[in-house]
Nanobody, 116 residues
Framework: QVQLVESGGGAVQPGGSLRLSCAAS????????MGWYRQAPGKQRELVAT???????NYADSVKGRFTISRDNAKNTVYLQMNSLKPDDTAVYYC??????????WGQGTQVTVSS
């Protein structure tokens, strides 16, 4: 059974930072690309960043230069370091295995609120 458990969200002022974590189980973590997604109130879920098994990364234009995705295969964990946060980054953040076999598996998400 695939499980994805996100953590690290919270409330922060504009310009602040947060580091999200996603612990994965039930998969051979090291062989799969992983992604972070987010969904703001009233909006569709969108892709934030991805990292391949070879650690190549890709980012949405809205977060380039501010967010960094990384992974620790020994811990089956993917991270999202978020700096220079803006109110528009407010959303529930989810991680996902970036493979069609796991398209239906989502974690519970972690709330990020950026507000003064």
């Amino acid at each position: 059974q695939v499980q994805l458990v996100e953590s690290g969200g919270g409330a922060v002022q504009p310009g602040g930072s947060l580091r999200l974590s996603c612990a994965a189980s039930g998969i051979i973590f090291r062989i799969y690309a992983m992604g972070w997604y987010r969904q703001a109130p009233g909006k569709q879920r969108e892709l934030v960043a991805t990292i391949t098994s070879g650690r190549s990364t890709n980012y949405a234009d809205s977060v380039k230069g501010r967010f960094t995705i990384s992974r620790d295969n020994a811990k089956n964990t993917v991270y999202l370091q978020m700096n220079s946060l803006k109110p528009d980054d407010t959303a529930v953040y989810y991680c996902k295995v970036d493979h069609f076999k796991f398209s239906d598996y989502w974690g519970q998400g972690t709330q990020v609120t950026v507000s003064s």
